[in-house]
């Protein structure tokens, strides 16, 4: 279905409710519905905002278009949690009702402040020449959940020397001080972070674009974050019009970080390389926050911007990934789930085998939805991994490739696929003779932590509920594997 720019632009109050109850119909009978995944009720779900800590709850609003898999006029819609796994619907936060964002609620972050939770967006505005002005925004929670917002922007116009694509403030507190970056494009067309301050987050000032050394790195940098773990810096962003480059920057647009300690006086960063955040194939627009206990905790949206995906039929689209836990170790990030996600685990199984030249499977070990750890060690074996989601026609494979010395994410024979440009295997390289692959299955996808953390491969996959097989296998010679499983939802 094409959606004219009219039907974009329809507001959730402006539908009769027999037309929402039709479509929550419709997406009630996807097959692809997930189990213990943040989705959207209807519609399409994307960056995730505002995450953050307040009142003894963690808050995490993501962007929301209510009316069908498109990005329409976009609210927040708020979920909360007391634990980082059982989420309770809260509605919606954030309407597009006003001048300050007659087009969108775009993205933006939350800290506390004055014992309220404040939420720093933009506001997507437009003129009758369609001229694109964004706005950033003010809008404060208080305890008994309320939102109320600004009635006047707190960043009026963008500074010149920069595009109207000015969006995604991230707030934090650093000596008394607020700061903000703002994902930002040049008038050159390349893009960039700019760095704003504030004694009460009420006035802003701009300081300055972050000189960084990346001075032609794609056309735009969507949501930053900017945070410390132990001292050392982190930026992280979405750069957009980044070509592949060996194993990297395969999907349309990437997410990542720099290593390094941003100097606010002089608006500069001395960073490392660039490196990807996910090797898989939907994951964009990350954002962290600090838990109460000092841990950094992000979420990704489990998706991609200007992709079509199987639910679209449906009338929904996308959701988040499960909460992680971010370190630094070795001069990388680790990516680790929350250690809360144990509480989703049922019923726990085990099995061990070795394999020689052959593909194994273990009873009982089959699932649509559950937490599987799975430890190899090769003896002479050309390769070994996982296969996931089986049946006689489909299959998602995870192979690790000792030849080669590098992870393979294969999602050929997934299920109903969209034909993409992108291709459907993803890698990244990885030596030695041990492997251990954790993996998180719901109904409509796999999030994939490699050796602990070091990588990870998020992915949607669409097989058919009948595909619940889990194989085992090791090619041109010998593997040991261990492997344990526990159900989730069941």
């Excluded at 402040?113 to 505005?125: A, C, E, P, S, V």
């Excluded at 992000?298 to 959701?319: I, N, R």
């Excluded at 499977?361 to 070994?384: K, N, P, Q, R, V």
């Excluded at 010395?405 to 999602?411: A, F, G, S, W, Y």
Aim: hydrophobic share 35%; glycine share 8%; aromatic share 12%.
């Amino acid at each position: 279905m094409q959606w004219t720019t009219e039907q974009r632009y329809t507001r959730l109050e402006d539908i009769s409710k027999s037309e929402l109850a039709a479509l929550k119909k419709q997406v009630g009978g996807s097959p692809w519905r997930q189990t213990y995944h943040i989705q959207p009720e209807t519609g399409l779900l994307n960056d995730p905002n505002g995450f953050s800590f307040y009142n003894g709850e963690y808050h995490l609003f993501y962007q929301w278009f209510p009316l069908g898999p498109v990005h329409g006029i976009k609210y927040w819609y708020h979920t909360k949690s007391k634990d980082l796994v059982h989420w309770e619907n809260a509605g919606i936060a954030i309407r597009p009702d006003s001048d300050l964002d007659s087009h969108g609620a775009y993205s933006g972050s939350g800290i506390v402040h004055n014992d309220q939770l404040y939420l720093m967006y933009t506001g997507n505005t437009r003129d009758e020449q369609w001229v694109r002005h964004p706005k950033q925004n003010i809008a404060i929670m208080d305890k008994q959940g309320i939102i109320q917002k600004k009635q006047k922007p707190v960043i009026h116009e963008v500074p010149p020397g920069y595009t109207d694509h000015f969006r995604d403030p991230k707030v934090w507190k650093e000596n008394g001080l607020f700061y903000a970056v703002i994902g930002a494009q040049r008038t050159n067309l390349t893009g960039c972070v700019v760095l704003y301050s504030s004694p009460d987050m009420e006035t802003w000032t701009f300081e300055g674009e972050i000189k960084t050394a990346l001075p032609r790195f794609g056309y735009m940098w969507e949501c930053p974050d900017y945070f410390t773990i132990d001292g050392q810096g982190v930026l992280v962003f979405s750069p957009q019009g980044i070509a592949p480059k060996g194993d990297c920057y395969h999907n349309i647009y990437q997410s990542g970080y720099v290593l390094g300690n941003l100097d606010v006086e002089t608006q500069s960063i001395d960073h490392g390389a660039f490196f990807e955040l996910d090797r898989g194939f939907d994951f964009y627009a990350p954002q962290t926050m600090e838990a109460p206990d000092g841990r950094r905790i992000l979420v990704g949206w489990m998706g991609l911007p200007e992709m079509s995906y199987p639910t679209d039929s449906h009338g929904w689209a996308h959701c988040l990934t499960l909460p992680r836990e971010i370190t630094i170790e070795n001069g990388r990030l680790m990516q680790r789930p929350v250690r809360e996600l144990e509480r989703l685990r049922g019923v726990q199984m085990e099995a061990s085998a070795d394999l020689c030249d052959e593909v194994q499977t273990f009873d009982s070990f089959s699932g649509t939805a559950f937490e599987m750890i799975c430890s190899f060690e090769l003896e002479d074996a050309d390769s070994c991994g996982i296969e996931i989601r089986v049946s006689e026609e489909e299959k998602t494979v995870i192979t690790y490739d000792a030849l080669k010395q590098k992870v393979h994410l294969d999602r050929t024979y997934s299920g109903a696929l969209t034909d993409s440009p992108y291709g459907t295997v993803r890698s990244c390289s990885l030596a030695g003779d041990k492997v251990t692959f954790r993996l998180f299955v719901d109904s409509s996808s796999l999030e994939l932590f490699v050796n602990d953390g070091a990588e990870v491969f998020t992915s949607r996959i669409f097989p058919s509920k009948d595909s619940a097989g889990i194989r085992f296998f090791a090619k041109g010679g010998r593997a040991t594997c261990q492997a344990v499983k526990w159900t989730i939802g069941e």
